[in-house]
């Protein structure tokens, strides 16, 4: 049996990027301008679509959340000022759950941007 806390062998198919945000300036309306860009490479990690159940359950934490997503731990993310993108796709991280917080594994329930927000490449 495998304890929750713990990850498969081949669980983790998908590589991911982790990119933090850097604020530049204020434009002239008072918002905060900047760029993302990789801060980490090469995650492994597993993106899941919720339904049913699951689904419901990720709303409860994120009421906007399409994804869940599993990843290594110990990670520090600042949910304002990270995101996780795999190939073109862009996911805002809403909640993270360190499973039993053993730092093993993480549980993100995320959103999938889209429109001008969903540019992977940083720039």
């Known amino acids: 049996m495998i304890e929750p806390w713990n990850i498969a062998a081949g669980e983790l198919r998908q590589?991911?990027?982790?990119?933090?945000?850097?604020?530049?300036?204020?434009?002239?309306?008072?918002?905060?301008?900047?760029?993302?860009?990789?801060?980490?490479?090469?995650?492994a990690g597993k993106i899941e679509t919720p339904t049913g159940r699951k689904l419901e359950l990720a709303r409860q934490m994120v009421p906007t959340a399409t994804h869940v997503i599993t990843i290594r731990g110990p990670r520090t993310l600042d949910l304002q000022?990270?995101?996780l993108a795999y190939g073109s796709r862009v996911f805002t991280i809403g909640h993270v759950n360190d499973v039993e917080e053993r730092h093993v594994k993480l549980i993100l329930t995320c959103t999938e941007e889209f429109g001008p927000n969903a540019?992977?490449?940083g720039d």
């Open 81 to 83: 000022l990270n995101r």
């Open 15 to 43: 590589r991911l990027s982790i990119q933090a945000f850097t604020a530049a300036a204020n434009d002239g309306y008072g918002h905060t301008t900047g760029t993302w860009a990789d801060s980490i490479e090469n995650v």
């Open 119 to 121: 540019d992977a490449s």
